[in-house]
């Protein structure tokens, strides 16, 4: 079974543009997660989608968002990119609740 | 609001000594528990979940416990080896299962050859 998938793995963006990062989760799994990490904060959960519908949310800026399709593939976009949104960005899915994540590699954003 | 502490930050380990990794949670209304190992630049590999009815589990060199009721799990390593140098974290998910995991800091272990 192939694992979760993420693309791009390394992105430079200037501040001001927007970004749109994607995840594909392991086949039969449902929900997505989304996750930033950074240094000195470590790992804060972004948000999460089971079935296209946000089911949570975590506290972050209305310039980040998601959605997720029907095939359960996941997108996340900032927008108004800021220095401090440079981190590790991680998506995590799992076949039902309460199970075991699995995360993606990651896609590493860099805003100069 | 839930918080999750990893204690030590970060430990060296000469080969072959086993040790002990500590996580402390605040809310005791935890879902499950998962340790997690982290090596530099790259994603999270799942170790153990232990649930929030289970005391502990074991995989190979590793066994998680957990103790609802002190706030705590502990993740011990028998016989560490090199490979086994990463970050190691620890995560909750509140109860009700939903997805709004909260994630200690990690503990950065190094074991010396």
């Known amino acids: 079974k192939a694992g979760v998938t993420q693309t791009p793995r390394y992105l430079i963006k200037t501040r001001g543009q927007q970004v749109t990062l994607s995840c594909s989760p392991i086949?039969?799994?449902?929900?997505v997660s989304w996750y930033q990490q950074t240094p000195g904060q470590g790992l804060q959960f972004l948000f999460e989608y089971f079935s296209e519908t946000q089911r949570n949310k975590g506290n972050f800026p209305g310039r980040f968002s998601g959605r997720q399709f029907s095939n359960s593939r996941s997108e996340m976009n900032v927008s108004t990119l800021e220095l401090g949104d440079s981190a590790l960005y991680l998506c995590a899915s799992l076949a039902g609740t309460g199970e075991t994540q699995y995360f993606g590699p990651g896609t590493r954003l860099l805003v100069l | 609001k839930q918080e999750v502490t990893q204690i030590p930050a970060a430990l060296s380990v000469p080969e072959g000594e086993n040790l002990v990794l500590n996580c402390s949670f605040t809310d005791s209304a935890i879902y499950n528990l998962q340790w997690f190992r982290q090596d530099p630049g790259k994603g999270l590999t799942s170790l153990l979940l232990i649930q929030s009815s289970q005391r502990e589990q074991t995989s190979g060199r590793l066994n998680a416990s957990l103790d609802k009721s002190s706030g705590r799990s502990t993740l011990y390593i028998a016989a560490s080896q090199p490979g086994d140098s990463a970050t190691y974290l620890c995560a909750v998910t509140p109860d009700g299962g939903y997805q709004k995991v909260t994630f200690g800091i990690g503990t950065k272990l190094q074991v010396i050859p």
């Open positions: 086949s039969g799994h449902r929900s």
